[in-house]
């Protein structure tokens, strides 16, 4: 069984250029996350959906960051413009448990370098 | 922000020890998991262990949690080289309609031959 897909797994960019990540959970896994994850910390959640909805979304910064979950299957995290502090890996994960409180699923990763 | 801290931040050993990381949180939980990532990688789910638990055993991955004390242990015995990764802490809280998963900061284990 596939896991959690990401891409791309590397980015690089100038400062103020949009960028897009994209994320195929587990195929069933109805919950679905964005993390970021700076340089030797643990991951924090940006944004959790249970199916298309969007239940958590409070660490998001709204001003520059979007994402969507069209269908409730595969996601898409976008960042425009870009800062230099943006740069950190962006990990997606799944799970079934609609409740958040289970077992995650995570992906490899999308690591972002903001020039 | 991080709910839990780990405790050591790095933790180096030899193959065959035993390796014990601490993790302290500060809110009730509903329960708390542990993590590993390999360098590069994405989080590998090891254990789960619910509030009204007290310890769990997955392998050589032995889980101690004290509510009391707000504090849980993963203890790995007999050390591999392919132990070395880091290792994170993290807790569920119970908020009304929804659960959340938050990290701590991880230690850093290197396992050497």
């Known amino acids: 069984e596939a896991g959690v897909v990401q891409s791309p797994r590397y980015k690089i960019i100038e400062k103020k250029q949009p960028v897009a990540f994209w994320c195929n959970p587990i195929s069933g896994h109805n919950t679905l996350y964005w993390y970021l994850q700076n340089l030797g910390q643990g991951p924090e959640l940006l944004i959790r959906y249970e199916n298309e909805e969007a239940v958590d979304d409070s660490q998001l910064p709204k001003d520059r960051f979007s994402a969507e979950r069209l269908k409730g299957v595969d996601s898409t995290l976008k960042i425009q413009p870009a800062e230099l502090g943006d740069s950190a890996v962006y990990l997606c994960a799944s799970s079934l448990d609609l409740r958040g409180g289970g077992e995650q699923f995570f992906g490899p990763g999308t690591r972002l370098t903001v020039l | 922000s991080q709910q839990g801290e780990e405790d050591p931040q790095a933790l180096s050993i030899q193959e065959g020890e035993n390796a014990t990381m601490n993790c302290s949180y500060k809110?009730?939980?509903?329960?708390l998991q542990w993590y590993r990532q390999n360098s590069g990688r994405g989080l590998v789910h090891l254990i789960l262990i619910r509030s009204n638990e007290r310890e769990k055993h997955s392998g050589r991955l032995r889980v101690t949690l004290d509510t009391s004390k707000k504090s849980s242990s993963l203890l790995i015995t007999a050390s591999r080289a392919a132990d070395t990764a880091s290792y994170f802490c993290?807790?569920?809280?119970?908020?009304?309609?929804?659960?959340?998963?938050?990290f701590g900061t991880g230690t850093r284990l290197q396992v050497t031959l």
């Open positions: 993290a807790t569920v809280l119970n908020t009304g309609t929804a659960s959340k998963l938050t």
């Open positions: 809110t009730s939980i509903n329960n």
